[in-house]
Structures are given as structure tokens and as C-alpha cells.
């Protein structure tokens, strides 16, 4: 079933199994499995939170993650286009991996 047809429930059951496996393979240290897994979680969380997420185009936010910050350009869905700062690279970013940041961050 496709993240954009479940409900809040059944995402939430999915990301809850995704994190478990994510966990898995963490604790195995295959980081190629990690990746998948936490990626899938970031996109189902995405379709859980599109209701109420308010995501400005124009505006900086931190990647979750990552030591690097997207400036948004565009929406699409769950996704964000944007500027990323280290690169200078357009790029899309699921919008649960987005958060507000503040001048500390480096």
C-alpha cells in the first residue's frame, strides 16, 4: 500500500516497524540498510504530518541528520526542493526532515 493511501494509523505502524528495522540495522552496522530503512521512515512520516506541516518557500531549515541546511524553492507533495548550503546543489528533501534552526548551528 502506498504511504499517500494510509491512514495516520497505519503510518504510524509503519514507521514504527521501519524504526525497529532501522534499529536492526544500526545495532548491525549496515549503514546501507540504515539509510533505507530511516529514509522510508522520514517519507511516511511525511504523509503523517502534510495535514498541518507549514513549510515556507524562501526560508533556511536544517536537515535532520545532517550538518547541512536547505533553502526552500519549491513543494512538491512531501517533498521540498531546495538550495543546499554546503553544495549549492538543488535537491529534494522530504519536509519531516526539515527543522527550524537557530544562529548556533554550525
Same mark, same amino acid.
Given at each position: 500500500?502506498? !504511504?499517500?493511501?494510509?491512514?495516520? *494509523?497505519?503510518?504510524?505502524? *509503519?514507521?514504527? *516497524?521501519?524504526? +525497529?528495522?532501522?534499529?536492526? $540495522? &544500526?545495532?548491525?552496522?549496515?549503514? =546501507?540498510? !540504515? ?6 521512515? #522520514?517519507?511516511?512520516?511525511? !504523509? *503523517?504530518?502534510?495535514? =498541518? $506541516? ?5 526560508? =533556511? #531549515? +536544517?536537515?535532520?541528520?545532517? !550538518?547541512?541546511? /536547505? ?8 517533498? $521540498? ?9 538543488? =535537491? $529534494?528533501?522530504?519536509?519531516? +526532515? /526539515? @527543522?527550524?534552526?537557530? @544562529?548556533? &548551528?554550525?
Amino acid at each position: 500500500m502506498l !504511504y499517500s493511501d494510509m491512514t495516520k *494509523e497505519q503510518l504510524q505502524a *509503519e514507521m514504527k *516497524e521501519l524504526q +525497529r528495522k532501522g534499529q536492526r $540495522a &544500526f545495532d548491525e552496522e549496515n549503514w =546501507t540498510e !540504515y539509510e533505507i530503512h530511516m529514509t522510508k521512515w #522520514y517519507l511516511a512520516k511525511s !504523509y *503523517e504530518i502534510l495535514p =498541518t $506541516a507549514h513549510i515556507e518557500i524562501g526560508r =533556511t #531549515y +536544517r536537515i535532520a541528520e545532517e !550538518y547541512d541546511r /536547505l533553502t526552500v524553492t519549491g513543494l512538491e507533495g512531501v517533498m $521540498a526542493w531546495g538550495i543546499r548550503q554546503s553544495t549549492g546543489e538543488t =535537491t $529534494a528533501i522530504p519536509i519531516a +526532515r /526539515l @527543522d527550524e534552526y537557530d @544562529d548556533d &548551528f554550525s
